[in-house]
Structure formats: structure tokens, C-alpha cells
């Protein structure tokens, strides 16, 4: 068995020192008396004004001896009230700032336009995380709660945020806060298995849901063949989006603008002021998968993303009813 072994501070030293001194003082008083009396009685003195010389005159160095111990006392104890004193400020403040910090965040807790009680319901949980959870439920709660600050961070201050592949979360939790408009370019490269896949069918249901709504949901179907026009497969998925109130449109990418085609991507824009963008790993439609997702709030590529498709939308047209 180990262990650390706690050695207490021998009060030996400083006891001696008081010895010492005592000591000292004692000598310094006798050695005051005995010289005098030595040198009265050298002089031919009374012995009676021998005795009282010496016993004054150690008196008198006694209380020198007195007087200097207790100067030096004094400076300890003002050096250590000062002392005391420079470290009860810094407690104080420390804790004083910290009380402010708390008061700052309560704050900005109760002004922020999320719901209170959700934010308090985060921090809460997150403090039943102790140190002696299983290592593998920390580092998890450390990579979502640091997630979660970045993308709060994106929302609040704009910007770019990727992630590896297909984000369901923010594809799905976008397509259902969108207050206003879902704007989607569906590229064959991305897109060509989604709407038989889970995640599609739960995309569609929500984007369904947003149109019966009343939002404004539009959908253009990008091709790489005009041929493709003609494809049962996609008609089929062009007449099931368009009975949920979708407004969908086929463009063939030969009929888009050479200036334009260097900006297409497979774009979602929700409410004109987010983007959600996917990246192919190959523009192969049958072997592409989603490399990555980006999600972008800059203002400045939002409204060049919104005039592309409102361009893309007016080039592009309905399919003709068989």
C-alpha cells in the first residue's frame, strides 16, 4: 500500500528563537547591572547608590530590549494585516467578479430569444455529467456540447459550418423551422436515390407539411440529359411532389447559361437568409455519395444564391401533362 505521507511543521525553531531571546534579554539586563555596579563601586560609591545605579540601569536596558522586540512584533503583525488584508481583496474580487459573471449570463439567459426554460434545462443537464461518468459519455457530451456552441456561434455571427457527409439533423430540423420559404436544387449527382431512401421520405413529408402550410416550398429538378425528361422514375416523383403542394420544375443543364454553371450546386435555401449545400464526391449520378454539408448564413452569398435561383427558376419549366 502507498500512500503520501503529510509531514506537520516542527514548532521547535520558533521555540527556541523565544528561548533565545528571552535568553538574551536576561544576560543583556544582568550584564546592564553588573558593569554598573562594577564601575560605581570602582568610583568609590555608597553601595546603596551602586545598587540602585545597577538595578536602574538594567531596568532601563530591559525596557530598551522591550521596546526593540516589541517594534519588531509590531512590523510582523502591520506585514501580516497587510498581508491578510491584499489577500481578503482578491477573495473578495475574485468572487465578486464571478457573482458578476453569473449575474451577466442570468441575464443574457432571460433576455435571449430562446425559451428560458430550455436553455436552463441544457445547463442543468449537462452539470449531472460528474467526473466520475464513464469516460466515453464525457468525450461524447464534449463533442456535441462543443457542436452545439459552434453552431451557435454560426447562427449568431454568420458564416460557413461543414460536416462530413449528410447532416439528417440539420436537413430535417431546417426544413421544419422554415417560417417562410424552402427554395431546393435537386441535382441528379446528389439526389438520385434520396426520395426512395428514410431520409427522403421524411424530407418530403416535411417539406409536404410546410407547403399545406402556406409556405412557399419550390423544388428544380436539375437533368443531364433533356432525355431524362421522359424517365418514368422521375415523372413519377414529379407528380407525388407536386400533390403536396410542392411547385416543382425540370431544367436540363444544357439550358442553363455558361456564366451560370460554375455556381450550381445541390442547394436548399430556407427562408432566403440560410443555405443548406451538399458536395458529391463525383458528379457520376449512379456512384456519387455526399462528401460533405455545408450550411452558410453569409449575407453576401445568400442574396447571390437567391438571384441564381430565381434566375434557374424562370429558365426552368413544368413537364407537360401525359
Known amino acids: 500500500m502507498t500512500g503520501q505521507t503529510v509531514v506537520a511543521a516542527d514548532p521547535r525553531p520558533t521555540q527556541l528563537r523565544e528561548t533565545s531571546s528571552v535568553i538574551r534579554t536576561a544576560l543583556l539586563t544582568v550584564t546592564s547591572g553588573g558593569v554598573t555596579f562594577l564601575i560605581t563601586n570602582g568610583t568609590h560609591q555608597d553601595t546603596s547608590i551602586s545598587i540602585t545605579l545597577s538595578i536602574l540601569i538594567g531596568g532601563i536596558a530591559l525596557l530598551v530590549r522591550f521596546l526593540v522586540d516589541f517594534e519588531k512584533r509590531l512590523v510582523a503583525v502591520e506585514k501580516l494585516e497587510k498581508d491578510g488584508m491584499a489577500e481578503m481583496r482578491r477573495l473578495v474580487a475574485g468572487a465578486f467578479g464571478q457573482i458578476g459573471e453569473a449575474t451577466r449570463l442570468y441575464r443574457d439567459i432571460e433576455s435571449s430569444s430562446l425559451h428560458t426554460e430550455l436553455i436552463t434545462r441544457v445547463v442543468r443537464s449537462s452539470t449531472k455529467i460528474s467526473p466520475e461518468s464513464p469516460p466515453i459519455v464525457l468525450e461524447f457530451a464534449k463533442a456535441k456540447m462543443s457542436e452545439m456552441a459552434e453552431l451557435f456561434e454560426l447562427l449568431t455571427k454568420g458564416g460557413t459550418a461543414t460536416y462530413n457527409g449528410e447532416d439528417r439533423d440539420w436537413l430535417l430540423g431546417l426544413t421544419k423551422a422554415a417560417t417562410k420559404s424552402i427554395d431546393a436544387i435537386s441535382m441528379a449527382a446528389v439526389d438520385h436515390d434520396l426520395w426512395q431512401s428514410e431520409i427522403g421520405l421524411r424530407y418530403l413529408d416535411a417539406q409536404g407539411q410546410a407547403a399545406g402550410a402556406g409556405k412557399r416550398v419550390r423544388r428544380i429538378f436539375m437533368l443531364d440529359e433533356p432525355e431524362t425528361f421522359h424517365d418514368p422514375a422521375l415523372r413519377r416523383v414529379y407528380r407525388e411532389q407536386r400533390e403536396i403542394l410542392i411547385q416543382v420544375r425540370m431544367l436540363a443543364w444544357r439550358d442553363v447559361p455558361a456564366r451560370l454553371r460554375v455556381k450550381v450546386r ?39 444564391y437567391t438571384l441564381l435561383f430565381g434566375e434557374l427558376w424562370d429558365l426552368a419549366r413544368e413537364l407537360p401533362e401525359e
Request: charged share 30%; proline share 5%; hydrophobic share 45%.
Open 266 to 304: 445541390d442547394r436548399i435555401i430556407f427562408d432566403d437568409i440560410l443555405a443548406y449545400e451538399s458536395m458529391p464526391t463525383t458528379g457520376d449520378p449512379k456512384q456519387a455519395q455526399v462528401a460533405e454539408t455545408r450550411l452558410i448564413l453569409k449575407a453576401a452569398s445568400l442574396a447571390e
